[in-house]
């Protein structure tokens, strides 16, 4: 690596606040900002997680936090904002990544103002508090790096998720107009829109190997997204190397949002996949699995 990107991308004694850290994303941007030489605070509701992350980041020789807490709520921010002030007494990069779908996927008709709210809390609100208790010091001190998780569900259409997918567009609408407010003060706000990476809260990627070998065809990329993928993306906006970038959404889809509607077949792409699969003569589909010829 160039000295001088090397230099650039080095976050010796940054200290790195992640929210949502002990998922498989979250977990693997605090591995990476550790190995880029920040301190790192971990917090998540799940004890095994955080402690598994903390220990990995310990590992890389830089000194980790761990908060075991519900960031949704107010009392886990605020929960939140005293570790790190008897910690270390400051945040450098904030990235929030605390973000679920809640298993309220259904028809809007049949939701519930309380489903709304628990989708609000762990979506949107969240993102607000933990912005408005560390922005502040970023402010005072003319340094700052924030990254949001958005997704591409707050862009596209996500049918039976219309109220996960207004508080996911919500997050894109705030990062560009806090990226505005703050940008004078070397304070850069960006997010990031993920798609077709595996995680913990997503398991319909993992498939029997029939359907698991059609990935190519819906993945301009060929393959799902890991989480160092997603951890590479933020490291970049979070460090010294972004000096430009802010108040956007980086799409980190494997290409699928800008494929739009079309897909690849073993012959050629088409925007219509099911004509396509009713049409074609049968020995032209005898690779694929029988459900789908």
Known sequence: MDERISQTVALDDRVVVVTGGGGAIGGAVCRLFAESGANVVVADILVDRVDEVVAAVEESGRRAVGLVADLTSRDGIGELVTSVDRSFGRVDVLVNAVGEHLSTAGAFQDSHEGDWQALYESNLLHVFRACHAFVPGMIERGWGRIVNFSSVEGIRAAPALAVYAAFKR???????????????????VNAIAVDKTRSYQVDHYELPEPYA????????????????????????LGSGLNTWITGQTVIADGGTLSAGGWYRTPERWTNQPLLVQYFEPLEENQNRPPMLR
Do not use: C, M, Q
Not at 213 to 236: H, K
């Open 170 to 188: 919500g997050v894109d609408g705030f990062t560009k107009s806090l990226a505005v407010d703050l940008a004078r003060h070397s304070v850069l």
């Open 213 to 236: 070998s059609l990935t190519g065809n819906w993945i301009p990329v060929g393959r799902y997204g890991e989480p160092e993928d997603i951890a590479r993306i933020v490291l970049f």
